[in-house]
């Protein structure tokens, strides 16, 4: 399998509601779960890319473009857009759907960084 085959055959969908526990007190997403989800996401999407153990050793360029009301739906979508030796750059973007219009929007983007390590945490190369 090539590195574009495991790139595209590793993209992680995952769908979420908005709900009342998860807001701030404007009613909308709270940061810290976007960028909770976020994490997790793209550390599904680095270990399917790998098959290896990952760790998250960065982020970066996190945009919140448009803020998540309360009884939206979520799409969170992760892509390996970068490979090196030991480590994967993973791009996550947020979408907003209205439950009950046909509008859809990103909403915020950003980047994860993982390096794949062994049993005794030390870095390995993340493909074979």
Do not use: W
């Amino acid at each position: 399998m090539t590195i574009n085959d495991r790139i595209e055959a590793s993209e992680t969908s995952v769908f979420k509601a908005v709900f009342p526990n998860t807001t701030n007190h404007y009613d909308t997403l709270f940061g810290g779960t976007a960028l909770q989800l976020m994490d997790e996401v793209s550390f599904i999407c680095a270990t399917r890319f790998s098959k290896k153990r990952v760790v998250t050793i960065s982020t970066d360029k996190i945009d919140f473009k448009k803020p998540i009301p309360q009884g939206t739906i979520i799409e969170l979508t992760a892509k390996v857009v970068k490979v090196g030796n030991t480590s994967c750059l993973v791009q996550v973007d947020i979408y907003k759907e209205d439950m009950y219009q046909d509008v859809r929007e990103k909403a915020v983007t950003g980047l994860f960084k993982f390096v794949a390590v062994n049993e005794e945490k030390q870095p390995i190369p993340i493909v074979d």
